[in-house]
Each structure stands twice: as structure tokens, then as C-alpha cells.
């Protein structure tokens, strides 16, 4: 048994070696591009929202969001012929959109619409991306488990305004 698991992992070594040697697939260039779009949009959200005082809890929302997204992107930028070192550095450049993003909203925070803007985005998003996601299964536990999963978000963002509220000078517009 134990000699059936050592061939196996050496089987995926050598099967990782391959694609490395081939270098980068097309898929894992368009993810790091549309990473750096993705990081740039959350920068924006992230720039507009402490220039208007919320910014608490647009960080931790975008942080939470993150963390699974970006290993996420690790794995598909290794799967798609990047080294461990080199989808590590992709994801630190593709990071640094964020910051692009985050001077870029605070430049524009004063421009009518703009939070309006922001958050049309990830409406958009939700929209066209996760709901057809949740609708392939029309199981109705289920559904019942995504709806009451969506409104506990919607209620720790509501909850995370009010106690940015709550402190005084939080939220100097």
C-alpha cells in the first residue's frame, strides 16, 4: 500500500514537472488579468468607502472575500503551469491593483455617484455570476440555506454600518 502512495505522489510530481516545463497556459494569463481587474475594482470600492467614512466595513468584507479567491487563484495559476514561486510573485503583482484602485477612489470619492458606481459593480456581479450558480440545483433546502446564508451577510454589513455609526467621529463625511 505504502508503495502504491509514494508512486502516485511521484506520478504527479513528474505530471507537474511537465506542465511547468511547458510553461504558462493561456487560462492561467486571463485569470491573472481579470485578478487584476477583480483587485482593482475591490481598491476602488475599498478608496470611495474610507473617504466616505465607511471603510471598516468594506476592509473586512474585501478581506473575507479574499482569502479564499486568492488561494483560489493560486491553485489555478499552478494547475496551469506556473511553479509554486512564480504564482506567488503573479499574486502579489496582480495584488497591486488593489492599490491602483484604492488611489484611484479616494482621487474620486467627491465625484456625485461614485459609491453608487462602486457598488453597482457587485451587484453586477452577483447578478450574472452567483445567482445562475444557485439556481442549477433547485433543491429547495437548499435554496432555503443560500437565501438565509445571503441575508446573514446582508445583516453583518447592516450590523458593521451601525456600529461604524456608533463610534464617535467614525464616520466624518
Keep these: 500500500m505504502r508503495d502504491g502512495v509514494v508512486e502516485e505522489w511521484c506520478r504527479r510530481c513528474r505530471d507537474l514537472k511537465k506542465i511547468a516545463a ?6 492561467a494569463l486571463l485569470n491573472l488579468l481579470a485578478d487584476i481587474m477583480h483587485n482593482f475594482t475591490d481598491g476602488l470600492a475599498l478608496g470611495v468607502s474610507f473617504g466616505k467614512g465607511h471603510g471598516v466595513s468594506t476592509t473586512l468584507a474585501v478581506f473575507f472575500h479574499e482569502v479564499p ?6 491553485a489555478i ?17 496582480s495584488a497591486l491593483g488593489a492599490f491602483l484602485g484604492c488611489l484611484v477612489g479616494l482621487s474620486l470619492q467627491d465625484l456625485s ?3 453608487g458606481f462602486v457598488a453597482g459593480g457587485f451587484i ?11 439556481l ?13 446564508a445571503m441575508s446573514l451577510g446582508v445583516l453583518m454589513n ?13 464616520c466624518v463625511h
Design 77 to 93: 495559476l499552478i494547475q496551469n503551469g506556473f511553479s509554486h514561486g512564480n504564482a506567488l510573485r503573479a499574486q502579489f503583482i
Design 124 to 134: 453586477y456581479i452577483a447578478t450574472v455570476d452567483i445567482i445562475p450558480l444557485m
Design 113 to 115: 455617484g461614485m459609491t
Design 22 to 27: 511547458d510553461g504558462p497556459k493561456p487560462a
Design 69 to 74: 479567491h486568492n488561494i483560489a487563484d493560486f
Design 136 to 148: 442549477q440545483d433547485p433543491s429547495p433546502l437548499l435554496m432555503l440555506m443560500e437565501v438565509a
Design 158 to 170: 447592516v450590523g458593521m454600518l451601525h456600529l461604524e455609526q456608533s463610534v464617535p467621529g467614525a
